[in-house]
DNA sequence: TTGTAGGCGTTATCAA
DNA sequence: TTGATAACGCCTACAA
């Protein structure tokens, strides 16, 4: 009984076309097809050039990333740690990075933590196994491990708007500072004297830390302001509006300056529920700009992140790091941008 | 000059450890190792087994998926394409399908159009080439052909809110026609009987089209009612303000009904910029849950889609055809939930 | 300039 | 029950 004699024939027809079809085709070598793929430069014979580009185009040949993966250990691709994908910032900055990546010939692969710190190992690990070449890390850190080890394989890490503890990588964020400064002048320039700068628990963040203690400086150096910092937990609402009560009874000039959206909209359903009006009874300035602060109560102003470009710029740290950039880690801060609604206005 | 003697104990430490270090670590052969990583059941001989466990152990040694993938065919990856991630409803379904692949052991790899529909060739094929198992598309579908392609390669599609004009899949969707008799049903009861309907230009995409049309039935059966639809194209805001101010021109009770959270935030704004206030001038119901909906003027009426479950059931759907269910492609609607707010209050 | 052969890390077939 | 060995699809010395 003669056996199946075509094999090939089968395992072509129901796969991919592989770099053997395409040889065959053309007559040729698989390492000509390779060669012919990788490194034109080195001269083949313009007939046999084309023949193999026909072979291609006539067989739709795509090499496969997975084996060339495993073969030069690149995979071309890029892995993106986010701590909540529900976070509008994080949606904006993978855009930003997702457009660098796509430019450079880049796919990025993202793995979301929904907001559970525990799973950040795993994400790292999985990312790690596909044989990601870098990492953008938008996460807590809390297990430094995971993310260290990878960097100690030489794979570059990249840090956006959070910090990890003792690691050593480039990072890319908001000039927390800078956009707390921002806020604070532009209240007192409008006459909001009583300020309360309203956060999530920093729980270990280092944006929240650093927008906290900007905030304090900010208080420190001008003596004129006063201030106070709340926490705000997630599912007390009632603490959070006998806080503003309690402002709003010191003094005459009262504005919150919100450490991000998720407070700014805690913050709006409080003054919803108190029945106050934003720029009236109450000044406001939220870090974060959304597509609905213009809709809120009079139009809430904001500091807008420059979230593109901090994934752009993520991204190119990376990529520099992969072409063999080998430098200390770098700190890139960007300026927020004030934008001046109805909630701040002046008395 | 002795060449360096370690160029594997090297490779081990530059690189990953993989299945050969733990099988000589074992003292065993690769085969072996790979049994006891498989089929267990395969009765190993037990003193050998907790060899190799141990042996693993020490090493921390996992399977690399590349490797595996390329071996079997079978890569435990999940392609997942949005038209837009900026889209809150989408970034919603995002994570359902993330949880309910984790769940399974599937990795979620996410590909974003950013809205530029002729990426999603490109987008099937990036995936298609790392050897996604399944693809669940959120998108408009215009160039079938890809998805098809995958599809014919025995590759399961799931769709997700939108059909692809003749493609044979799984389909996963709001009811769209329930939805939008809900939203009518609610208006009417409330009072409202001028209606507009406000959706984005449909533009092929079949859950605009079908709400659209779902309307008009509404309309049909509803003689009670008068109505009528605009489309609001992106830049026009001057041509949603003109409408609105016609449609209150036309009827004392006027109400908009919004197709999605896109137009939601238009007729916000449009109804802002004309002084007007919702649930008195203007009463409103929009497709799509936000955090924001509370937020705006008196808190606005939405219906609510189900968009952990829309995930989660399109994983489902497409895990089921990994298991190799094979029957027809099938239909699954869900409802949503009118969640009342003060936009549509009682005159 | 082109082809042969070996190996990346697995799994699967076949002997032993 | 275990171990060689041959693929999977690709790249790259090295040889021709």
Redesign the interface.
């Known amino acids: 009984m003669p056996t199946k004699p075509s094999p090939p024939a089968f395992a072509a027809a ?3 076309t592989t770099i053997a079809d395409v040889a065959e085709k053309a007559g040729v070598s698989k390492a000509t097809v390779s060669r012919f793929l990788n490194r034109r430069d080195e001269l083949l014979t313009p007939e046999i050039a084309t023949r193999v580009e026909s072979a291609i185009a006539a067989l739709g040949y ?6 060339q ?2 073969k030069r ?1 690149r ?1 071309r691709l890029v892995g993106l740690v986010v701590a909540d ?2 976070n509008p910032f994080s ?2 900055v ?2 930003g990075a ?2 660098a990546c796509q430019e450079a010939g880049y ?6 933590l ?1 907001d559970d710190s525990q799973r950040e190992r795993e994400a790292i ?2 990312l790690a ?3 990601v070449e870098g990492l953008i890390l938008n996460t807590l850190g809390r297990d430094a491990g995971a993310a260290a080890a990878v960097a100690r ?2 794979r570059p890490v990249v840090l956006v708007d959070r910090r990890h503890g003792n690691m050593q990588a480039d990072f890319v964020s908001l000039d927390n500072a800078g956009a707390i400064r921002t806020a604070g002048a532009h209240l007192l320039e409008c006459g909001w004297d009583e300020l309360l700068f309203v956060t999530e628990p920093s729980e270990g963040v280092s944006s929240r830390e650093e927008r906290v203690a900007a905030f304090r400086a900010f208080l420190a150096s001008h003596p004129q302001a006063r201030g106070a910092v709340f926490e705000s937990v997630a599912g007390d609402s009632q603490a959070l509006e006998r806080e503003l009560q309690q402002l709003r009874a010191r003094g005459r000039r009262p504005a919150v300056l919100a450490s991000n959206a998720v407070i700014t ?1 805690r913050v ?2 409080a003054v ?1 529920r108190l029945g106050w009006n934003f720029g009236e009874d109450l000044g406001f300035v939220g870090i974060d700009e ?3 602060a ?3 109560g009079p ?1 809430l102003t904001t500091i807008a992140q420059p979230t593109d470009a901090l994934g752009r710029l993520a991204t190119a740290c990376l990529l520099e790091r992969l072409a063999g950039l080998n430098v200390p880690p770098r700190q890139i801060l960007l300026q927020g941008e004030l934008v001046v609604r109805r909630s701040s206005r002046q008395a």
Do not use: C, D, I
Request: avoid cysteine.
């Open positions: 129901a796969g991919r795509t090499p496969s990333p997975m084996a993966a495993l250990g995979s994908v529900t949606v904006a993978l855009r997702e457009k796919l990025l692969m993202l793995f979301n929904g690990q999985a196994s596909y044989h394989q030489g909209l709006a359903a919803a959304t597509e609905w213009p809709l809120v139009g």
